[in-house]
């Protein structure tokens, strides 16, 4: 399929370019994007969480009062669950939630994020951009030329490139990655997904 090149300024170049139909134009699996996001959100736990349970509990063993004869129910130890200041039942404890998933499905994941943004016509074209120094007012007119203020934008370049990475680094709705680093769930999270004409011959060496 073929799309318009954008200019920093928001106007479309006289180029056009064709988006590979192997990535961006594939019927969406979404039990693999599933899959993808769910490790994402997995592995980007801490898995600290901690409770202490009645053994951790500091206070006496002592019985706090007879088995019989009391008319209420049977205690044994203060640091019981079912009592106040007693330990948790059954509490949180560190464990790490990662897990893996074959490169296979995560490659068909991430065509699978391109496509469905397509459908949504989420996906814009750009010029690379020729930043000489970081400056985040020249970005932010850059957004607003191309009509993307106050959007969630994902932007993704052909390189590494500092000067683009922080200007933007100020703006919270605006995540800059490279060709080789994004990931399905930055796709999807974005309201609009430009890519910098440079990165288009990476994202599909990848992907293919």
């Known amino acids: 399929m073929e799309v318009k090149v954008f200019d920093a ?8 370019v064709t988006l590979s139909e192997g990535i961006f134009g594939i019927e969406p699996n979404q039990h693999a994007i599933y899959l993808d996001v769910k490790q994402h959100l997995a592995n980007k736990r801490q898995g600290t969480h901690k409770a202490k349970e009645r053994a951790e509990i500091s206070g006496s063993t002592r019985k706090i009062k007879k088995q019989k004869g009391t008319g209420g129910a049977r205690a044994g130890s203060i640091k019981s669950g ?28 991430r065509k699978s994020a391109f496509a469905v943004q397509v459908k949504n016509d989420a996906v814009m074209v750009l010029q690379d951009l020729e930043m000489t120094a970081p400056k985040t007012q020249e970005f932010k007119a850059m957004l607003a030329n191309l009509k993307l203020e106050n959007q969630k934008v994902l932007l993704i370049l052909g390189s590494k490139n500092d000067n683009v990475y922080f200007s933007s680094r100020n703006l919270g709705k605006v995540k800059v990655v490279t060709a080789d680093s994004f990931n399905t769930y930055d796709v999807l999270n974005a309201r609009k997904v430009v890519l910098a004409e440079s990165s288009l011959e990476i994202i599909e060496k990848i992907l293919n």
């Open 82 to 109: 079912t009592r106040v200041g007693g330990g948790r039942i059954f509490g949180p404890r560190p464990r790490n939630y990662h897990f893996k998933l074959n490169v296979k499905l995560k490659r068909l994941a």
């Open 9 to 16: 300024t928001g106007k479309a170049t006289s180029k056009k």
